[in-house]
């Protein structure tokens, strides 16, 4: 047998085992796909194919893009207008948080809207003991209900993403879980909306910045711990085509996903221009307003943690206070 014979016929075999047909290759620009990202993946959100995946089945700390799950969990078993007491466990939840009360009463409704906008960690709390009674048994039940949907190797330990043992998802369990999220309309609804007041007086903001920057975003969700980096898991659309990304490891969140976009949509037949660096700038200041932020010319690099807050070095005055503060950003 001829030389090339032999290989066509081990590729076709590695083909009929499935080794080789669901992740396309990169291409050829291989500094495009310079990106810090530990695992991505871009999914058709119509039709749930894979287009193009970086260890799509790794585990990996979720961080806040774990809240998703949550609302998932909180959907098949509570209403809208239901009432959710807030316990001091779930009052005391470091940030993020809306700074909820003991004793504080708010709706499904409300706290859904604390948790996946302002990526709410006392909210995440108060909606788990609700549901189960306790967060540890949230984690069990919804741990299960995740795995029913097709998140085969997600496995909960908090309701709000922060550091647990034992707390790990994938890229493709969170395209998936996020797919099963936007076919909620209410989930959906809270996803898409930039900002919320929550009783009149608390108003929450989308930590997703592609609301503000590109008319392809859809919805999204944000998550950034020190163990897990950042996380990211949205849907983007352009014409009849949707697609999902989601990103795991990342240490510099936007510059990491604004190619993937562009990817998604290549691999869709529906090419985009280049997306300019905007999330990066934006600055949002009192009274809803948004501005770009200067940039100096040269370098420049992406600050982790909260908008206008400022570079770690100078941030970082007492040690055991910041780390308290900044351990969960998402």
Not at 64 to 69: D, E, G, I, P, Y
Not at 136 to 159: K, P
Not at 278 to 296: I, N, Q
Request: hydrophobic share 40%.
């Amino acid at each position: 047998m001829r030389p090339g014979n032999k290989v066509a016929l081990a590729f076709f075999g590695l083909l009929a085992c499935g080794w080789l047909a669901v992740v396309p290759a990169f291409g050829q620009d291989e500094e495009r796909w310079a990106v810090s990202a530990k695992s991505f993946v871009i999914m058709d959100a119509k039709t749930g194919q894979i287009l193009l995946s970086l260890n799509p089945q790794m585990l990996f700390p979720p961080a806040s893009t774990l809240k998703v799950m949550t609302a998932l969990s909180v959907m098949q078993h509570l209403k809208m207008d239901d009432n959710v007491p807030v316990s001091a466990y779930a009052a005391a939840a470091p940030a993020s948080k809306i700074n909820i009360k003991p004793g504080d009463t708010y709706t499904v409704r409300d706290m859904l809207y604390a948790l996946l906008l302002s990526s709410a960690n006392d909210a995440a709390r108060a909606l788990a003991e609700r549901v189960s009674g306790s967060e540890e048994a949230f984690c069990r039940q919804s741990t299960r209900e995740m795995r029913q949907l097709g998140a085969y190797r997600t496995t909960l330990a908090t309701a709000n993403g922060l550091p647990a043992d034992s707390q790990y998802s994938s890229a493709q369990d969170l395209a998936v879980l996020f797919k099963k999220a936007m076919e909620n309309p209410e989930l959906a609804k809270i996803m898409t909306t930039k900002y919320y007041t929550i009783k009149g007086d608390k108003e929450v903001r989308n930590h997703n910045r592609f609301l503000w920057t590109t008319p392809l975003a859809v919805a999204g969700k944000t998550g950034y711990t020190r163990a897990s980096k950042h996380t990211y898991v949205g849907q983007f659309q352009k014409d009849d085509k949707a697609i999902i990304v989601a990103m795991m490891g990342s240490s510099k969140k936007w510059a990491d996903l604004r190619p993937l976009i562009e990817k998604g949509f290549e691999l869709e037949g529906t090419p985009i221009a280049k997306l300019p660096p905007a999330e990066e700038k934006l600055v949002f200041g009192k009274g809803r307003t948004v501005v770009a932020a200067k940039v100096r010319k040269g370098r420049g690099r992406v600050v982790m943690g909260s908008v206008g807050s400022p570079p770690a070095k100078k941030k970082a005055i007492s040690k055991k206070r910041g780390k308290k503060k900044s351990e969960e950003e998402s």
